[in-house]
């Protein structure tokens, strides 16, 4: 059974900095598609960052050069580095891989505000 546990979301003023952790059992993260997606209150859920078997990772426009995902092997998770945190950041931000269907996290509240 898959099961995707994020973790690190919080509150934080804007310029500043949150690591989020995802934490996957039942699949391998090394072997497959691994993406955080964030949904804003009012807003459909969209697609922040992906990262391939092969490594390759896409971001949304908005955070390209602030944000970073990147896995841990040894561990089993993907991470997602966010700096220069800006209050649109705002979302509950969810993990997420297929294999035959979708599976997504409980989800981490990122809060950026002064």
């Known amino acids: 059974q898959v099961q995707l546990v994020e973790s690190g979301g919080g509150l934080v003023q804007p310029g500043g900095s949150l690591r989020l952790s995802c934490k996957a059992s039942?699949?391998?993260?090394?072997?497959?598609?691994m993406s955080w997606y964030r949904q804003a209150p009012g807003k459909e859920r969209e697609l922040v960052a992906r990262?391939?078997?092969?490594?390759?990772?896409t971001y949304l426009d908005s955070v390209k050069g602030r944000f970073t995902i990147s896995r841990d092997n040894a561990k089993n998770t993907v991470d997602l580095q966010m700096n220069s945190l800006k209050p649109e950041d705002t979302a509950v931000y969810y993990c997420?891989?297929?294999?035959?269907?979708?599976?997504w996290g409980q989800g981490t509240q990122v809060t950026v505000s002064s």
């Open positions: 039942g699949i391998i993260v090394s072997v497959n598609q």
């Open positions: 990262i391939l078997n092969s490594g390759r990772t």
């Open positions: 997420n891989t297929v294999t035959l269907q979708h599976y």
